[in-house]
Nanobody, 122 residues
Framework: QVQLVESGGGLVQAGGSLRLSCATS????????MGWYRQAPGKQRELVVVLRSDGSRNDADSVKGRFTIARDNAKNTVDLQMNKLKPEDTAVYYC????????????????WGQGTQVTVSS
């Protein structure tokens, strides 16, 4: 069973910084992609940034130039450094991974962390 465990988050004033970390546990063959999503109150979950094993990535326009993702393939971890935070960044942030649990698993399955709250005050 693959599990994603997040840490970090909290309350910060606008313009401040926070760092989120996500660690992977369990037995699996390969991670195809890792990244972060977020869900603000009353809104749908949205992509923040995802890195794929083929080198491609997707970034939300709203965080470009402010958020930086760092993935450690050896440790199967992913961090999100968030700078110049804005009140509209307030949301529950979820770690995401697409994982192949075995060699026979060609497409992988999506896994989610439990979520961590980020609150930015104005």
């Amino acid at each position: 069973q693959v599990q994603l465990v997040e840490s970090g988050g909290g309350l910060v004033q606008a313009g401040g910084s926070l760092r989120l970390s996500c660690a992977t546990s369990g037995s699996f063959f390969r991670i195809n992609a890792m990244g972060w999503y977020r869900q603000a109150p009353g809104k749908q979950r949205e992509l923040v940034v995802v890195l794929r094993s083929d080198g491609s990535r997707n970034d939300a326009d709203s965080v470009k130039g402010r958020f930086t993702i760092a993935r450690d393939n050896a440790k199967n971890t992913v961090d999100l450094q968030m700078n110049k935070l804005k009140p509209e960044d307030t949301a529950v942030y979820y770690c995401y991974a697409n994982v192949r649990v075995s060699v026979a698993d060609r497409t992988g399955d999506d896994y989610w962390g439990q979520g961590t709250q980020v609150t930015v005050s104005s």
